[in-house]
């Protein structure tokens, strides 16, 4: 099957594509939101352990951070309103840019 302007039609793997591309333990998301009166919360979800995977689901009213098993099973979620969202980072553990912060302790 030929396609029109392309050439061979090829079927894309799911994986080739997005955010789930690579993501395992040590990955982490961070997510910024409004926390009202000019203030800013960070929130951080990592994929804790080996096999783990963080995946970001975004709709018009809310965006959901999961952590997941190799299975699809989720861990836990973090769900926020999409309005107060300011931004969605994925930071891959290869990614030599930024380290995952580390809460201090008291």
């Known amino acids: 099957m030929e396609g029109i302007l392309t ?3 090829r079927r ?6 997005g955010h789930n591309k690579g993501m395992a333990k040590g990955d982490f998301v961070e997510v910024l939101v ?3 009166s ?5 929130y951080i979800v990592e994929a804790t352990k080996a096999g783990r995977t963080v995946e970001v689901r975004s709709s018009r009213t809310t965006v959901e951070v999961r952590e997941m098993t190799r ?3 989720v861990v836990r ?12 980072v994925e930071h891959p ?4 840019g930024r380290e995952r912060p580390r809460t201090k302790a008291a």
């Open 34 to 36: 409004d926390a009202g």
């Open 77 to 88: 979620t973090a769900r926020f309103i999409a309005p107060r969202v300011l931004a969605v």
């Open 71 to 73: 299975t699809g099973g």
């Open 12 to 17: 894309l793997n799911s994986r080739e594509f």
């Open 7 to 9: 050439g061979p039609v």
């Open 93 to 96: 553990k290869d990614d030599k």
């Open 38 to 42: 000019g203030a800013a919360r960070e």
